[in-house]
Each structure stands twice: as structure tokens, then as C-alpha cells.
């Protein structure tokens, strides 16, 4: 059964900075594509990152966020600079066996969530 497991959400001001965890077992994570989608009170769950080989980003968070990997450590990390009230949401990990990663769809197994608060 895989699990996933996210860690270091927060409540941080406006500017500053979070680092997100996502530690994973019961697959062979170097094989999986590994995202972090976000979902805010009254809106849809969306896209935010995932890295397979390579790393993809949405658009509303390129060049402040970056997604990385440890195979070694079965860890996937979301390092997240310059955040804005916007961001404010629950942040979900999710792992996909595919290498499709901007929809949820694709994506089979999920943690349970971690909380980021950005204050104005």
C-alpha cells in the first residue's frame, strides 16, 4: 500500500518562504511521478508542481516555487519563496505511475494534506 506522508506547512507572512516534504513508502518511488497540487476553501483542486525526470510548474507559481527529489530518501520536497496571500491553501503530494502529471486524474495515491497560511 503506498503512503504518503506531507509535512511543513505553516502560517509564514507574505514574502517568506516554506519548505514542504512529502516522505513516501510501499512503492518504488524513482519510478513514480511525484506532484503537489493545492486546493483553497471554495475552489478546485489544482495543479502546482511534479517531477518525474524533469520538473513542471504552473504558471502562477513558476520562478517562486521549485519541486525536487531524493530517490535516496523516498522524498519529494516543495521549497516554496515569495509567497503571497494567494497561495494560501491545503497542499496535497501525490504519486502517479504515469508520466502525465498536470491532472489529478492520473494520479492514484495521496497524503492526507498540510496546511499553508500566507498573511497579507
Known amino acids: 500500500q503506498v503512503q504518503l506522508v506531507e509535512s511543513g506547512g505553516g502560517l509564514v507572512q507574505a514574502g517568506g518562504s516554506l519548505r514542504l516534504s512529502c516522505a513516501a513508502s510501499?512503492?518504488?518511488?524513482?519510478?513514480?511521478?511525484m506532484g503537489w497540487f493545492r486546493q483553497a476553501p471554495g475552489k478546485e483542486r489544482e495543479f502546482v508542481a511534479a517531477?518525474?525526470?524533469?520538473?513542471y510548474y504552473a504558471n502562477s507559481v513558476k520562478g517562486r516555487f521549485t519541486i525536487s527529489r531524493d530517490n535516496a530518501k523516498n522524498t519529494v520536497y516543495l521549497q516554496m519563496n515569495s509567497l503571497k496571500p494567494e497561495d494560501t491553501a491545503v497542499y496535497y503530494c501525490?504519486?502517479?505511475?504515469?508520466?502525465?502529471?498536470?491532472?489529478?486524474?492520473?494520479?492514484?495515491?495521496w497524503g492526507q494534506g498540510t496546511q499553508v497560511t500566507v498573511s497579507s
Open positions: 517531477i518525474n525526470r524533469s520538473p
Open positions: 501525490a504519486a502517479s505511475p504515469s508520466g502525465r502529471v498536470y491532472s489529478s486524474s492520473q494520479y492514484g495515491y
Open positions: 510501499g512503492h518504488t518511488f524513482s519510478t513514480y511521478s
